[in-house]
């Protein structure tokens, strides 16, 4: 198993401006995934979190707008830049073996 | 196509009652593994039940069971005795083994269940 520390728990945020989340791993994984819910919706896998690379980003997700970092095996950030209202959503990570395990998500609201 | 479809958006169960959500997947994959994950107001995933798809015995977690169907692809969750922290979003899903040990997800769109007193 796995136990993620994730933070900030909820924020909200001016449009135009940038917020980082954090994940924290009790354990070293290979990869750390990110993933929006916006209201109401399923989860949508925004990238994959490589330590010693650079992230790989699915359809419809640009490094530009949210660039992430691995620094190591047991951490990782996510920026959403440039935030609009749209960026509204929950945002969570996770690590998987054959269960996934989640951090205990971002509620940002952008205003 | 690699989907999950949840075709009840939101169900409603009596306290001590049982409800049954539905689950259907779609995946040319023999080998995977299904999960049902709860996530309440608090935003936290937690998981419920898994099933790996080579198991023809229905997984069994205290008040929670599920009814595999491989061949028709369906997955649903039971849940017995229902209690008020029932009350969550469910999530279906299923993952895929990849390259290098990873795992693909692919979760359904979800049924808010509600418990009512």
């Known amino acids: 198993s796995a136990v993620i520390s994730q933070k900030p728990s909820r924020d909200i945020c001016q449009r135009g401006t940038s917020l980082t989340i954090q994940c924290q791993v009790d354990?070293?994984?290979?990869?750390m995934f990110w993933y929006r819910q916006q209201p109401g919706q399923s989860l949508t896998l925004i990238a994959t979190a490589n330590q010693g690379s650079e992230a790989t980003y699915e359809s419809g997700f640009v490094i530009d707008k949210f660039p992430i970092s691995r620094p190591n095996l047991t951490f990782s950030t996510l920026t959403v830049s440039n935030m609009s209202p749209e960026d509204s959503s929950i945002y969570l990570c996770?690590?998987?073996?054959?269960?996934?395990?989640f951090g205990q998500g971002t509620r940002l609201t952008v205003v | 196509a690699q989907t999950v479809t949840q075709s009840q958006p939101e169900m409603s169960v009596q306290e001590a009652e049982t409800v049954t959500l539905s689950c259907t997947y779609d995946t040319s994959e023999s080998d995977y593994y299904l999960f049902w994950y709860k996530q309440p107001p608090s935003r936290q995933m937690i998981l419920v039940i898994r099933?790996?798809?080579?198991?023809?015995q229905n997984a069994t977690e205290n008040r929670f069971s599920v009814n595999f169907q491989k061949a028709a692809k369906s997955f649903s969750l039971k849940i017995s005795d229902s209690q008020l922290g029932d009350a969550a979003m469910y999530f279906c899903a299923y993952s895929l083994p990849g390259a290098s040990g990873t795992y693909k997800y692919i979760f359904g769109t979800g049924t808010r269940l509600k418990v009512l007193a």
């Open positions: 996770s690590v998987k073996t054959e269960e996934a395990f």
């Open positions: 099933q790996e798809a080579y198991k023809q």
């Open positions: 354990s070293q994984v290979t990869m």
